[in-house]
């Protein structure tokens, strides 16, 4: 008995170390960049940085920058163009 015990959890401990090597667990977050909310983070702040940097010209700055970064990271529809911030 304690013999199939001990095979069980090797086992159970094998599969869980080749989990890691094959992006099952991504403990150091090796392919984030691979993530469907990290692509969408991306393409809503790089879109939305180049809407503001239309619309406000010589007035875009680095804080518009972090603010629509920070908005982007809460909620990847941010529009630009809505927010009552810069109308």
Same mark, same amino acid.
């Given at each position: 008995?304690?013999?199939?015990?001990?095979?069980?959890?090797?086992?159970?401990?094998?599969?869980?170390? /080749?989990?890691? &090597?094959?992006?099952?667990? +991504?403990?150091?977050?090796?392919?984030?960049?691979? $993530?469907?909310? #990290? @692509?969408? %983070?991306?393409?809503?702040?790089?879109?939305?940085?180049?809407?503001?940097?239309?619309?406000?010209? /010589?007035?875009? &700055?680095?804080?518009?920058? +972090?603010?629509?970064?920070?908005?982007?990271?809460? $909620?990847?529809? #941010? @529009?630009? %163009?809505?927010?009552?911030?810069?109308?």
């Amino acid at each position: 008995m304690m013999k199939m015990l001990f095979n069980i959890m090797t086992v159970v401990f094998c599969l869980s170390l /080749s989990a890691c &090597n094959y992006g099952i667990f +991504d403990w150091n977050n090796q392919n984030i960049d691979k $993530t469907r909310a #990290y @692509k969408e %983070k991306n393409a809503c702040v790089s879109s939305q940085q180049n809407i503001a940097r239309t619309i406000l010209g /010589s007035n875009y &700055n680095k804080a518009v920058d +972090d603010d629509i970064y920070y908005k982007c990271l809460e $909620t990847p529809s #941010y @529009k630009f %163009k809505s927010d009552p911030k810069y109308r």
